[in-house]
């Protein structure tokens, strides 16, 4: 499969639809709590303007765990990455609804008729900030870094499937192998886990040293980190070799500064005052506010992933049964919790995948509908009757779940929403909140009947990471459903380069999870973006992210 850059016009996403945003967990392409927004899904197309210089401050919901792409397990890293690396494919919007692959470290490339072998053409002419020269060198000592298990990479490693070995052919060209095929791998590494770094910098602070020291090609280099505080970008004068989608020549900023606000309020308070042009992932409620005030802009930036939701344990009683799951799925309206507790900046979901992702399946998506009846007919058949007070019970039992949140995720409004409607078909529930990796261990165990999760990505393979019978025990599998069927059909798919007949095979999948109710989809997942009308010629990724190349503040 041959794709030089003048054959990238068409991908797998060729069916993108428009939807809203949630936050919350984003892993591997990554695990980030938030919340957002509504608006376009295509690139933004603002002419570049001819003014230049100055300082954008964006304000950021989190702090970065690391600086190194490779190695981070967030979202909002991978986002700030792509300020500071490049990677050898872009794979960007095309403004008309579809996307299109676009050179950026490689030149041109071409995929093996089983997609197991990559091949690399680079291009000559380019340094990292550092002033080391890019070449077959660097692109071998990223890849090497990401599968070094010093590195303890969380997203970047997951994302490469299969990988065997990166191959040097001469100076410019380099093969990247593995050992089956990996249909995904042209999509996952231009998402940012793989933004090539300097080789020198990489030796001279080790795996670990990298991550407080990021040395990349990118618009932007590094100057400063406080921690907690802000992250301080600096113009790269020498870029040219930007993807001519995102920009022409170095940046127009002289700094790209993202100022670390945790608490929603004060990231609002910030924007109003002038201290930020961009707020990240604003509650709704300020959401609303700021679009009724009349003096902000609000952008949405559509994400492939996993909508913001509830993993629905199928192995813990009363959710072991089918039936039960299945009254779950028709006891709750997504449409009323995006309009009574979102303040209508989000789309409601309804599958396991969101709308522009390859492989989303219409007809999945129309397995449930709001039925509050039909809900408490499926109880009736399972043996749950209605008693006094409200809550069905079973063989003296209560119709009872165990609902347990991750802090931080923006879910514990819409949770008591969730939780009032299943009351009015007979469900009582116990919710809890606990810190992230307290909650990651009580899902792995199986303590819970319902958890949180939505997920940022590339490529539908990322259903592999929550739905494989082998991630169950300490990976995102937190439905705890196994299902070998499945695990085959997903591999299958990422084995399969055509990509009418991948996504075809994905959309079956997408139907079997939603008829095995193991999800409760609540609202799609994205990145959302408050901003002064100050502020122009931003584009979008595929990611939930921003591109800065070309960003201008008036």
């Known amino acids: 499969m041959d794709l030089t850059p003048a054959s990238t016009a068409s991908s797998s996403l060729s069916r993108r639809r428009l939807l809203g945003w949630g936050g919350g967990l984003a892993a591997a392409i990554g695990l980030a709590p ?3 927004a509504c608006g376009d899904s295509t690139a933004a197309t603002s002419t570049v303007s001819s003014a230049g210089g100055g300082t954008l401050t964006m304000g ?20 700030i990455s792509f300020a500071l690396f490049d990677p050898l494919v872009y794979w960007l919007p095309d403004g008309k609804g579809g996307s299109a692959f676009h050179p950026g470290l490689a030149e041109s490339w071409t995929i093996s008729p089983d997609a197991s072998v990559y091949t690399f053409k680079l291009r000559k002419g ?3 900030h550092d002033g080391t020269p890019f070449d077959a060198k660097a692109v071998k000592a990223t890849y090497d870094h990401v599968v070094d298990p010093r590195t303890k990479s969380k997203s970047g490693l997951g994302a490469l499937g299969p990988y065997k070995e990166t191959k040097i052919l001469d100076d410019y060209t380099v093969q990247i192998v593995f050992t089956a095929p990996n249909a995904s791998f042209l999509h996952q590494q231009a998402a940012g886990n793989f933004g090539i770094s300097s080789p020198t910098a990489l030796a001279k602070y080790g795996p670990t040293g990298f991550g407080n020291n990021p040395v990349g090609t990118g618009p932007f280099s590094f100057e400063s980190y406080q921690a907690g505080s802000r992250l301080t970008l600096l113009k790269n004068p020498k870029y040219t070799w930007g993807p001519k989608a995102l920009g022409d020549g170095p ?3 002289d700094k790209l500064v993202f100022r670390i606000v945790t608490d929603d309020s004060g990231r609002y308070n910030a924007l109003q005052s002038g201290q930020l042009q961009i707020a990240m992932n604003l509650p709704p409620n300020n959401i609303s506010a700021a679009a009724k005030s009349g003096k902000y802009e609000q952008l949405l930036v559509p994400s492939i992933g996993t909508p913001l939701g509830m993993p629905i344990n199928v192995t813990k009683p009363p959710t072991d049964d089918p039936l039960v799951r299945q009254a779950i799925m028709y006891a709750v309206d997504q449409d009323a919790l995006v309009k009574n507790v979102l303040y209508d900046v989000y789309k409601p979901a309804h599958n396991v995948l969101t709308p522009i992702t390859p492989g989303y399946s219409e007809a999945a998506s129309k397995t449930y509908s709001y039925d509050p009846d039909k809900a ?11 008693g006094d007070g409200g809550t069905r019970t079973k063989n003296g039992q209560k119709l009872n779940l165990e609902i347990i949140l991750f802090s931080g995720g923006g879910l514990e409004l819409p949770t008591q929403f969730v939780v009032s409607q299943l009351q009015k078909v007979g469900f009582s529930a116990n ?3 606990q810190p992230f990796a307290t909650a990651q261990a009580s899902f792995n165990s199986g303590v819970h009947n319902l958890g949180s999760f939505g ?6 393979y990322l259903l592999n990471i929550w739905v494989n019978s082998n991630a169950i025990k300490s990976g995102f599998n937190w439905s705890h459903y196994a299902n070998p069927a499945i695990d085959k059909l997903i591999a299958d798919a990422n084995s399969t380069a055509a990509d009418a007949t991948r996504n075809s095979l994905y959309e079956q999948v997408g139907g079997i999870l939603m008829r095995d109710s193991m999800y409760l989809p609540l609202w799609d997942v994205a990145g959302a973006f408050t901003l002064s009308p100050k502020v122009k ?16 503040v008036g």
Do not use: R
């Open 34 to 36: 938030a919340l957002t």
């Open 537 to 552: 010629n931003l584009h979008q990724t595929l990611n939930g992210y921003l591109a800065f190349h070309s960003a201008t």
């Open 126 to 128: 380019v340094t990292f």
């Open 376 to 386: 408490g007919q499926l109880l009736d058949q399972a043996g749950w009757k209605a």
């Open 251 to 253: 940046a127009k900023l």
């Open 455 to 460: 997920y940022y990505g590339a490529d539908p």
């Open 60 to 79: 950021i919901n989190a702090t970065p765990d690391t600086l190194d792409p490779g190695a981070t397990g967030l979202a909002l890293t991978l986002l």
């Open 431 to 433: 919710t809890s909140v």
